[in-house]
């Protein structure tokens, strides 16, 4: 092999080296090509193969296009999201999986200010990178749902809550933070366990407590509780219903086991991290200078990144529920930061711009696995949600209907994933029945139905119990056949109630 042949590689080795350099030559530039590494694979690559929304993003559509306060099982600001970030982009499956990575990305810059506060700007580049490797910040994140919102709160909540911890006396992040603990609930109502976490924390730690005796926490909360008015006034109109739907979700019978499994796999998502700084050099991180006194930090860290977890743990022990293993997904932003502290080391930039490209590595491959999924799935005999193929039922559906009517279809009933496509895949995006139950519809009513009549879709050829309400006009029945499902789901029957002659 001549030197010319030798040098080819080596000068382009260098020319890629250079350019990583100029990427991540600053904190600021590192984490907007972290970003800009989700949006192109997590959002822009899987988006030419995915045929349908997840089931969440569905269910999303479904209640984001009647601008509820409430439903009977969650609340609702996921569901504007999608609903804004659909008629921004005009495509049910690009616009969420963008404002997911958008989520990522805002806590990823809080999770930055929050640690420069509490360290150097490369201890809080390093936590903030590591972070990056939790599974919860990477592969489950292209299904933007209830848990994605709460990540940007929580990673704010952290910011707002550090900021204050550094000065007591300042209105201005108390106030702050009532804002966001209001909208917190319209999220999820698991951001309540955040904020009795950091209640509990105020009170034990001494330069905090003494803030108490100002008028700004006690002008939060009331913040806090005047935002959330509105949801919290509907709860009560609706007996609690999303209360009791969590409860049922819930249900454990009573073992301890179920505690205990969520808790590993909180643990097994945080494994990615040990992946990170194997990669970057353990050795080259214990060989950097050590860091002696901290403020407390360690400890003000590992609380809020640990607390919430285990408390969710212990109350589920205690009632013998079973907690969600996404329940955790929010939890853990400060996890990256919690593991920089524990080894106590200052690093050098270098050695974060190391980690910062196989951070983007991760990232990268992560998002390339995820659009193979998706393809692959396609072959077998369960393809996943996001491989469905949303155009063709929606298509034959409404092919269905106006076999029996020149109407313009404006309602469909059924489970929400089958009818939830139909909607969302038609560009008139009719109204659903939520899982076939009017009774949790409340943007409809019988009078419209008899109005604007009902097309009912369901799996196969046995119609579900239930769905259509006895007495009901049904003018005709029928199937189609879809393709790229599994046998059990090829079929999709149909019954049409006409709208009334007017």
């Not at 903030?128 to 292209?142: M, S």
Request: charged share 15%.
């Amino acid at each position: 092999m001549n030197s010319v042949q030798v040098a080819g590689p080596v000068v382009a080795a260098q020319r890629w080296l250079t350019i990583l350099q100029k990427l991540s030559a600053t904190p600021a530039r590192a984490i907007a090509t972290l970003v800009a590494t989700h949006i192109i694979f997590l959002a822009l690559l899987p988006f030419p193969v995915s045929s349908a929304p997840p089931i969440d993003v569905v269910e999303g559509l479904i209640w984001g296009q009647e601008w509820l306060l409430g439903t009977h099982k969650l609340p609702t600001m996921p569901a504007w999201l999608i609903e804004i970030s659909f008629r921004l982009t005009g495509s049910p499956i690009l616009g969420p999986y963008l404002l997911s990575q958008l989520c990522v990305a805002l806590s990823y810059i809080f999770v930055f200010m929050a640690g420069c506060r509490l360290t150097t700007t490369a201890n809080a580049l390093a936590g903030t990178l590591l972070t990056a490797g939790i599974v919860y910040f990477n592969w489950t994140t292209p299904e933007f749902n209830h848990n994605v919102i709460q990540m940007p709160i929580w990673a704010a909540t952290f910011l707002l809550f550090t900021v204050i911890r550094e000065d007591a006396g300042r209105p201005g992040p108390w106030l702050a933070l009532g804002v966001l603990a209001g909208l917190g609930i319209y999220a999820k109502y698991s951001v309540v366990v955040l904020y009795v976490a950091l209640g509990f924390w105020t009170l034990i730690d001494g330069r905090m407590r003494r803030a108490f005796l100002t008028p700004w926490p006690w002008l939060a909360v009331a913040l806090s509780l005047l935002v959330a008015a509105p949801h919290v006034y509907w709860l009560v109109e609706h007996d609690f219903a999303p209360i009791g739907y969590v409860e049922s979700r819930a249900a454990g019978g009573g073992s301890l086991l179920p505690p205990i499994k969520w808790i590993l796999v909180q643990i097994a998502c945080q494994l990615p991290i040990g992946l990170l700084l194997a990669i970057t050099g353990m050795r080259r991180i214990m060989s950097l200078p050590r860091r002696t006194e901290d403020g407390g930090n360690l400890a003000y860290v590992a609380f809020i990144a640990l607390a919430p977890a285990l408390a969710t743990a212990l109350l589920a022990a205690i009632s013998g529920s079973k907690p969600q293993n996404m329940w955790g997904m929010p939890m853990f932003a400060p996890s990256g930061l919690l593991v920089v502290l524990l080894l106590r080391r200052e690093w050098s930039y270098p050695l974060v711009q190391r980690l910062w490209v196989a951070t983007i590595g991760l990232v990268a491959v992560v998002g390339v696995a995820f659009t193979i999924n998706i393809v692959v799935s396609r072959g077998i005999s369960q393809p996943i949600r996001n491989a469905w193929p949303m155009a063709e039922i929606a298509d034959k559906a409404r092919e269905a209907w106006a076999a029996s009517t020149p109407a313009k279809l404006q309602v469909v009933s059924g489970e929400r994933w089958l009818a939830g496509l139909v909607s969302a895949g038609l560009p008139e995006r009719p109204h659903v029945i939520h899982d076939g139950v009017l009774a949790n519809s409340p943007w409809l009513d019988e009078d419209r139905l008899r109005k604007d009549g009902v097309l009912y879709v369901w799996r196969g050829k046995d119609q579900p119990p239930g769905l259509i309400p006895e007495g009901t006009p049904i003018a005709a029945t029928g199937s189609f056949e879809i393709a790229g499902v599994s046998e059990r789901d090829r079929v999709v029957s149909y019954a049409v109630r006409l709208p009334e002659a007017r």
